[in-house]
């Protein structure tokens, strides 16, 4: 389950401290697109996330957008942001990950992945060896599919208090009178 852990969490992309990443000798971000960057099939920057991508910039961070989402659709938003990009990523497969690395210069060390999906960014970014940061979603909003599988998310992100959880569910059980 380790694999499945993000090595860190924030409520959203702002709250990544630019300074800190520059500390820590972080070169590339590679960064997912939808309920990351902005809500799910929208076009539009927030004034904040704007600014973080401007202060990436100004600090000498490159930025690769990294979506399972279609071409069209990453690539009018990359341009907007003056980054590259990988559509069609098919995330948490390795390969994208290694690619965005080799189109930023950087290596898993100096390499941050900001994602708000576990079963795709942190899974495929820990599998690539790199330090993983998982944000909450901008939006409810969202593909069919994902709003399922944030049911498991939510289950994995839990894992730490099992024994709690075991604890109140089997007291339910009892008190409805069940054995």
């Known amino acids: 389950m380790k694999i499945l852990k993000p090595?860190?969490?924030?409520?959203?992309?702002?709250?990544?401290?630019?300074?800190?990443?520059?500390?820590q000798g972080v070169q590339g971000v590679i960064?997912?697109?939808?309920?990351?960057?902005?809500?799910?099939?929208?076009?539009?920057?927030?004034?904040?996330?704007?600014?973080?991508l401007e202060e990436l910039k100004c600090h000498g961070i490159k930025l690769c957008i990294l979506s399972n989402n279609k071409e069209k659709r990453v690539q009018t938003f990359a341009e907007t942001c003056g980054a590259t990009y990988i559509s069609n990523a098919r995330k948490p497969r390795r390969?994208?990950?290694?690619?965005?690395?080799?189109?930023?210069?950087?290596?898993?060390e100096n390499t941050v992945v900001i994602g708000d999906q576990v079963f795709?960014?942190?899974?495929?970014?820990?599998?690539?060896?790199?330090?993983?940061?998982?944000?909450?979603?901008?939006?409810r909003r969202e593909f069919i599919g994902t709003r399922l599988v944030r049911r498991l998310e939510r289950l994995v992100l839990r894992e730490r208090q099992p024994r709690r959880w075991r604890k109140r569910f089997f007291r339910q059980k009892t008190k409805e009178g069940q054995p």
């Open 31 to 52: 960064i997912d697109l939808d309920n990351t960057l902005t809500e799910w099939n929208e076009n539009h920057l927030c004034p904040e996330i704007a600014c973080w």
């Open 7 to 23: 090595a860190r969490r924030v409520d959203a992309v702002p709250q990544v401290n630019v300074a800190e990443l520059v500390a």
């Open 120 to 139: 795709t960014d942190v899974l495929g970014g820990n599998r690539s060896g790199l330090y993983t940061i998982l944000v909450n979603p901008i939006s």
């Open 95 to 108: 390969r994208g990950f290694l690619r965005a690395m080799s189109l930023l210069g950087t290596t898993p």
